[in-house]
């Protein structure tokens, strides 16, 4: 069965949205007097799947972003304008990332934050009220 899991580590986010694009694409043409073929539920399953793999591969691509913002001296407020959110939300949902990061540190297939990392990610977060 394909699941997210099974996607992920197998593709990068071009391979999964140029993948996703071509079975969304087929999925819009069948029965509108194109030749394409209707997807069956192995595709559509497959199809799923694909683009809960491009919302973790963004969300984690995005937040690599923020972590370069705040290396190059965005202040949480930058970041959250840039993110259409508030500082608070900005800063909240990046800890909550890095959290996450040193939960999975050293599972299989994962790297993760290990303490050194995890310390030096907290550092750089900050506070959301500072530069």
Known sequence: MTTPQSIEPEHTLLTVVARLDHLRTRESLAGFGSDAEALDKTETLELLALTEVVARKAAYGRQLTVRAAREGGASWTQIGAALGMSKQAAWEAHTRW??????VFG???RIGFDEEDLAAARA????PDEG
């Open 124 to 127: 750089l977060a900050g506070e």
């Open 98 to 103: 890095i959290d996450a990061q040193a939960e």
């Open 107 to 109: 599972q299989p297939g």
